[in-house]
């Protein structure tokens, strides 16, 4: 009857150890599975898209009608939009909203003084770096002039390249129609705002 007993506790034991082990063997079978085929998809991708060669680029051909001349690139503006015509349609509304990303550095209303930037309120028509208590980098003091609305068109669009060196790391605003309105925005932080034009 003991050795019944042992048999069954024996037996019950080596189940026990091969169902455990079977249980493993499934889990690491769909581990293996999951990375195979994760594997293939992989190498089937890179055959349908080849990666392009080194120094190629990606480019969309655009038909152009006969007879017209291709236009200057869209992805290599040479630089910002003449400020004026955007100037004549510019919502000082849309530029408030737009202008919020710039309250992180800097303040918007009169006395209110720098924070990590100059206050830009009444900066159209300043003087370039013509803040007495704030610490503008060589580059902008060298630039000299006022913030016109033409330069202030240059500076939105891209400050580190009107001013190398900047302490500005703001990378700019690219869309010509949302920096006019930003411009148009700032123009009105002031006492005397000027005329924007026509």
Request: negative net charge.
């Amino acid at each position: 009857m003991g050795d019944a007993i042992l048999a069954e506790e024996c037996k019950a034991n080596w189940l026990g150890e091969s169902m455990d082990s079977f249980e493993f063997n499934k889990i690491a079978g769909a581990v293996l599975m999951t990375l195979l085929i994760v594997t293939v998809i992989g190498h089937i991708g890179n055959f349908l898209v080849p990666e392009p060669a080194e120094g190629a680029h990606s480019v969309l051909a655009v038909a152009t009608p006969e007879g017209t001349a291709p236009t200057q690139q869209a992805n290599a503006p040479a630089g910002p939009a003449e400020i004026g015509p955007m100037l004549a349609k510019a919502n000082p509304t849309e530029g408030a909203k737009a202008a919020k990303v710039c309250q992180t550095c800097h303040n918007f209303e009169e006395g209110k003084g720098a924070k990590i930037g100059p206050d830009l309120y009444g900066v159209v028509g300043r003087k370039v770096a013509g803040k007495d208590n704030f610490q503008y980098s060589d580059g902008l003091k060298k630039l000299g002039g006022e913030w016109t609305f033409d330069e202030l068109n240059k500076w939105l669009y891209e400050p580190g390249k009107l001013v190398p060196g900047t302490k500005m790391t703001f990378a700019g605003i690219k869309n010509d129609q949302q920096r006019a309105d930003v411009i148009a925005y700032l123009n009105t932080l002031s006492d005397k705002p000027l005329p924007l034009p026509q």
